[in-house]
């Protein structure tokens, strides 16, 4: 069927499947509480693998985002509790500014340098760590040092429901900020022109450049937002979890490539869509969801995670040798 040829559809109908698998399996995975924690987990996540989406979709790699993320967070955080600073706005502007900025030191070096991302991104991962934790402080700023304002932000919700036992659930207004920005970078992937050399330069950076396309300012334009991204989405997991941690998101790199390759990316360049990378990401999250519901232990989640991304490497690499890009 004509309508199976698109990833977008199969990997949907791969999502309702696990859903329905999964659902028989533990009943409880049904449970309102526990749909509203799964679309809670998707947000910080979610909004990672949307910069990462650009960077592949490029026809490059990064592993550094997330500690784009933690140096965003921690500093702001830090510097909000030093000064007594008890706001939203100004902070998320900080955060996302660093991680632009950060971004942009990838996009600088790769361009610059005509080096290997992977390596790239490597080194700034480290390199940024390190300063952080070298250069900043170790400690975790826990709950009853966080500013009130960013509890209060993580706290909100859509919608809050009561269980039997008189306690509370609800689904977190954060997915309404995940759902616009994925909207955003939907509209600007397939309506305007800087997303069109962001495919044009994935699929052959060569035949991108003799076209017009400026490369320099397509580089630019993932790294830099794919860093506004991780730092505005650690500040959003500091505000949700309730704690500033230097030493977090490590390995979290793995999670989020998996969902982008997941979601029909190509490992290659050239291809990827957002509606793709969301549907993927429900279903990682879904998967190590599941997993924690049936009491299996984190190593053997990381397994499980591992063999999605190379199973899901697998397939688009034989789907992009066959057909064209």
């Given at each position: 069927?004509?309508?199976?040829?698109?990833?977008?559809?199969?990997?949907?109908?791969?999502?309702?499947?696990?859903?329905?698998?999964?659902?028989?399996?533990?009943?409880?995975?049904?449970?309102?509480?526990?749909?509203?924690?799964?679309?809670?987990?998707?947000?910080?996540i979610?909004?990672?693998?949307?910069g990462?989406?650009?960077?592949?979709?490029?026809?490059g790699?990064?592993?550094?985002?997330?500690?784009?993320?933690?140096?965003?967070?921690?500093?702001?955080?830090?510097?909000?509790?030093?000064i007594?600073?008890?706001?939203?706005?100004?902070?998320?502007?900080?955060?996302?500014?660093?991680?632009?900025?950060?971004?942009?030191?990838n996009?600088?070096?790769?361009?610059?340098?005509?080096?290997?991302?992977?390596?790239?991104?490597?080194?700034?991962?480290?390199?940024?760590?390190?300063?952080?934790?070298?250069?900043?402080?170790?400690?975790?700023?826990?709950?009853?040092?966080?500013?009130?304002?960013?509890?209060?932000?993580?706290?909100?919700?859509?919608?809050?429901?009561?269980?039997?036992?008189?306690?509370?659930?609800?689904?977190?207004?954060?997915?309404?900020?995940?759902?616009?920005?994925?909207?955003?970078?939907?509209?600007?992937?397939?309506r305007?022109?800087?997303?069109?050399?962001?495919y044009?330069?994935?699929?052959?950076?060569?035949?991108?450049?003799?076209?017009?396309?400026?490369?320099?300012?397509?580089?630019?334009?993932v790294?830099?937002?794919?860093?506004?991204?991780?730092?505005?989405?650690?500040?959003?997991?500091?505000?949700?979890?309730?704690l500033?941690?230097?030493?977090?998101f490590?390995?979290?790199?793995?999670?989020?490539i998996?969902?982008?390759?997941?979601?029909?990316?190509?490992?290659?360049?050239?291809?990827?869509?957002?509606?793709?990378?969301?549907?993927?990401?429900?279903?990682?999250?879904?998967?190590?969801?599941?997993?924690?519901?049936?009491?299996?232990d984190?190593?053997?989640?990381?397994?499980?995670?591992?063999?999605?991304?190379?199973?899901?490497?697998?397939?688009?690499?034989?789907?992009?040798?066959?057909?064209?890009?």
């Amino acid at each position: 069927m004509r309508v199976l040829r698109n990833s977008n559809v199969v990997i949907a109908l791969i999502l309702v499947a696990a859903m329905v698998v999964i659902g028989l399996i533990n009943p409880a995975f049904w449970q309102l509480s526990n749909i509203f924690s799964l679309l809670k987990a998707n947000v910080v996540i979610g909004l990672m693998a949307l910069g990462v989406l650009l960077i592949m979709i490029s026809g490059g790699i990064d592993v550094s985002f997330t500690a784009f993320a933690i140096a965003a967070m921690y500093l702001v955080v830090r510097t909000m509790v030093a000064i007594d600073y008890d706001g939203v706005i100004l902070p998320f502007i900080f955060a996302t500014a660093i991680g632009g900025l950060l971004g942009l030191m990838n996009a600088g070096i790769i361009h610059k340098f005509h080096m290997i991302p992977l390596i790239v991104t490597l080194g700034t991962a480290s390199l940024v760590r390190g300063l952080v934790l070298g250069g900043v402080g170790t400690s975790n700023v826990n709950i009853d040092e966080m500013p009130p304002s960013l509890i209060e932000l993580g706290r909100a919700n859509i919608v809050t429901l009561e269980r039997a036992n008189g306690t509370t659930f609800g689904l977190t207004a954060m997915i309404l900020v995940y759902a616009a920005l994925a909207i955003l970078i939907h509209l600007v992937l397939t309506r305007t022109m800087i997303g069109r050399s962001v495919y044009a330069y994935g699929a052959d950076p060569e035949a991108a450049r003799r076209v017009g396309f400026k490369t320099g300012r397509t580089m630019i334009f993932v790294y830099c937002t794919a860093g506004a991204l991780a730092g505005f989405a650690g500040l959003l997991h500091s505000s949700m979890s309730w704690l500033a941690n230097p030493r977090g998101f490590v390995g979290l790199e793995l999670d989020v490539i998996a969902a982008v390759v997941l979601g029909g990316c190509s490992i290659f360049g050239g291809r990827g869509s957002v509606i793709g990378t969301v549907l993927g990401v429900f279903i990682l999250v879904m998967i190590q969801n599941s997993l924690i519901l049936m009491g299996i232990d984190m190593t053997w989640q990381r397994v499980v995670v591992g063999g999605v991304l190379i199973s899901a490497v697998a397939i688009t690499a034989l789907r992009d040798r066959r057909s064209p890009a």
